[in-house]
DNA sequence: ATTACTAGTTGCCGAGTAA
DNA sequence: TTTACTCGGCAACTAGTAA
């Protein structure tokens, strides 16, 4: 989405909340600092993308935001969130760290994949990851993970091999260090195991060995 | 602030809330999804507007929002707050309403001001404000209102006469009606007067007469 | 390696105006 | 009245490159 229009939707919010009255394109435009032509031409781009809903009303027109469009502004609040208030977890699962034999890191060692984390996490991850198996009390709460936000990883091919694509949980190990949970959409292992990342060996930053237990807390 | 610079600022604070690596201009455009010279022209830009605090590391530079970028952030978390969790009120006070001698009416009615209230508040306002007498228990919770934000409005002149600036803030009438308190800096009334404007008569809106109790709270 | 200047291009903005 | 199209101008972007 265009930052601009990003700004226009954050705004027309504010605007929009009281549906008392109902707009009109130079109405809003005074209340943006923009132009009537430009509002007009924000209106439409965000109609075509989803994110707003208009109707002719008698006088000007009624703008709604869709739940597309909340969307939106929900991931901006939450951003906001963790960044002013502190990353707060939500849900903690609790398991066992175990050795794997390696896939992990042949896996978020491809070049495609490296890219995509280092792009939308913000960081090269340590080049593998630790394995962790849920206890049974908390693998019922795996479902929980539906409800809460993550980041979009994308497949590819590779020649005749296709790498899945997959979603990143952002969360706190022990209360103490970033990472985030790599859930591969088809997964080599069962849905009672968890495959974290991190810019750092986790092994190493918390002194972990296998069959030691972790907490690890999501983070809205 | 020019909107960009807005998003800008937005989005290194996801990024830079994660301090362990220093950051390059190459690696936040790519997140971004900049060009390198882009971001290199943005972080000069909200430096010299006292937004972040840039220092030079041995690769890279660490960046650090200050506390007047982190005031932008947490205007736009307020404003995103109050329009996807609703309305809350944060302080209430409590007072009587009584007539005054249209002052308020002929304050409001003036254009530079209405002309403003459209812009700013979103609504043109019912012509008059309504007269709040506090009550001596809510009296000295007033200067609890120097936390809490405002819109400002500008004074103007007109011939002769100086028409001063003033702050809005945004309350709810009897947790029902959306108003704004008018607070002018130097007001004709005392500390113990607030002035109520509304996009609608309160007075009937709320069937008030002289000697009701109202309760006056402010949204965050 | 890194940041940032210069030059040229892209594309957003807004005046005029049609519908 | 209202919204939205056309088009000229300029602001912001990126490529190339210096420092």
Redesign the pocket.
């Known amino acids: 989405m265009?930052p601009?229009l990003l700004i226009t939707l954050y705004r027309l919010a504010e605007v929009t909340s009281r549906p008392s009255e109902p707009?009109?394109?130079?109405n809003i435009a005074s209340r943006l600092g923009?132009?009537?032509?430009?509002v007009?031409?924000?209106?439409?781009e965000l109609e075509n993308q989803g994110m707003i809903k208009r109707e002719k009303a008698t006088?000007?027109?009624t703008v709604r935001i869709t739940e597309k469009g909340m969307n939106e502004l929900n991931k901006m609040y939450h951003t906001l969130h963790r960044v002013i208030e502190g990353p707060k977890t939500e849900l903690t699962l609790e398991g066992e760290v175990f050795s794997g034999l390696g896939e992990g890191a042949y896996y978020v060692s491809q070049p495609i994949y490296m890219r995509q984390f280092q792009e939308k996490l913000g960081f090269t991850p340590f080049p593998g990851t630790l394995n962790v198996r849920l206890s049974k009390k908390h693998l019922k709460d795996r479902s929980l993970l539906e409800s809460i936000g993550y980041i979009e990883i994308e497949g590819f091919k590779n020649g005749a091999r296709s790498f899945g694509a997959g979603r990143c949980y952002r969360v706190l190990i022990n209360e103490e260090v970033e990472a985030f949970v790599v859930a591969a959409l088809r997964s080599h292992y069962g849905e009672d195991v968890l495959e974290i990342l991190a810019p750092v060996n986790l092994r190493e930053r918390l002194n972990l060995r296998d069959g030691d237990t972790v907490r690890i807390g999501f983070v809205r």
Chains 1, 2 share one sequence.
């Open positions: 265009k601009w707009h009109t394109t130079v923009f132009s009537q032509q430009t007009s031409r924000h209106l439409i006088r000007g027109e």
